[in-house]
């Protein structure tokens, strides 16, 4: 079983549309989330990082974690084409070295 | 402020060939890392160095040896290229075990 499982989509959505992207995870000993959204042909770009349960927003976008489901969610508002990329959940223990655990990635396409 | 750099971005190589990829940070963090990426795989850690001075292997070391040239620089080589290491290479740094940064990628193709 991974340490990460994230639906590797693709999922395509009308622009305006509210986008959901989950994960989840088996290791209850995770202390920090995060989201990055990767561009074709770029490198991954750290979107949203969070510390314990709850919800922070920032902008059109908002993270949730739900530590006793481990279950992560990036929510997207307002989708527009820009935001068309792949997204990677990502966590760590927070302790040590080698302990950042990344999901596969779902690829989103906002059509116009 | 240009945060993690890798070069190069493309390279292609033959068979048994050796190269090196280089990876630069500026942002005073101690822990890098190299990850390779490949389609349905996601990322896989290849090295990592937690502080300067060490490094350790990854989920799929095999074929790469790197450096940790000072606390700036981690470099990735190999030694015999292989088609089976034709990936998307990515350098990536964090202060220790929280949110990582990472470079835009060097794209590899062993023939």
Request: hydrophobic share 30%.
């Amino acid at each position: 079983q991974k340490e990460v499982e994230q639906d590797p989509g693709p999922l395509s959505v009308p622009e305006g549309a509210i986008v959901s992207l989950n994960c989840t995870y088996s290791n209850s000993a995770f202390q920090y989330f995060m989201w990055y959204r990767q561009y074709s042909r770029k490198g991954p770009e750290l979107l949203m990082y969070t510390y314990s349960s709850g919800n922070k927003e920032d902008g059109r976008f908002t993270a949730q974690v739900d530590k006793s489901s481990k279950y992560i969610s990036l929510f997207i508002r307002d989708s527009q084409p820009s935001d068309s990329a792949t997204y990677l959940c990502a966590m760590t223990l927070g302790t040590g070295a080698n302990n950042l655990f990344f999901g596969t990635g779902t690829r989103l396409t906002v059509i116009p | 402020n240009a945060g993690v750099t890798q070069t190069p971005k493309f390279q292609v190589l033959k068979t048994g060939q050796s190269m090196t990829l280089q990876c630069a940070q500026d942002m005073n963090h101690n822990s890098m890392y190299w990850y390779r990426q490949d389609p349905g795989m996601g990322l896989r850690l290849i090295y990592y160095s937690a502080s300067e001075g060490t490094t350790d292997k990854g989920e799929v070391p095999n074929g790469y040896n790197v450096s940790r040239l000072n606390k700036r620089e981690f470099s990735l080589r190999l030694e015999s290229a292989a088609p089976s290491q034709t990936s998307v290479y990515f350098c990536a740094s964090s202060i220790w075990n929280t949110e990582a940064f990472f470079g835009q990628g060097t794209r590899l193709t062993v023939v």
